[in-house]
């Protein structure tokens, strides 16, 4: 995953962070945040642990993308390739997922979120289905 970073931010600590969208017992969505655990480092890099996955889906999402309240269709991770998207969990707190970073959609249940283009650009992104 690749962050934004300002300049002048100080040093990468390589903390990988993903964004986590999940529902609690009375339907409400909310965030929080997982940090990635590195298991191995070598001459390539730290590594996590493998993660199970079912499948790979590309998408391509219009530049005036506004999804009303929805839940997410499957527990998936989706990674953004090339532009943003602001989603709203049902606590009201929003979030800009921006180009390169990662979330887990786990709101199967309950009101969902809201989905919306940032700056009007044109999105790819990659879902990874974990069920």
């Keep these: 995953m690749v962050s934004a970073r300002a300049p002048g931010a100080g040093p990468y600590t390589g903390a990988m962070r993903i964004h986590h969208l999940y529902t609690d017992d009375g339907?409400?969505?909310?965030?929080g945040n997982i940090e990635v655990e590195?298991?191995?480092?070598g001459p390539g890099g730290k590594?996590?642990?493998?993660?199970?996955a079912t499948g790979i889906i590309f998408r391509q999402v219009q530049p005036d993308y506004d999804l009303d309240w929805h839940p997410a269709p499957r527990r998936q991770y989706i990674i953004n390739l090339d532009a943003g998207v602001e989603i709203t969990a049902s606590d009201g707190e929003s979030r800009i997922i921006a180009a390169g970073e990662v979330i887990l959609v786990e709101d199967t249940t309950g009101k969902?979120?809201?989905?919306k283009a940032v700056d009007g650009k044109l999105?790819?992104?990659?879902?990874?289905?974990?069920e």
């Design 47 to 52: 590594f996590s642990r493998r993660l199970p």
């Design 38 to 41: 590195w298991v191995n480092e």
């Design 27 to 31: 339907g409400e969505s909310h965030f």
């Design 112 to 115: 969902g979120h809201l989905s």
């Design 123 to 130: 999105r790819h992104c990659i879902f990874v289905p974990i």
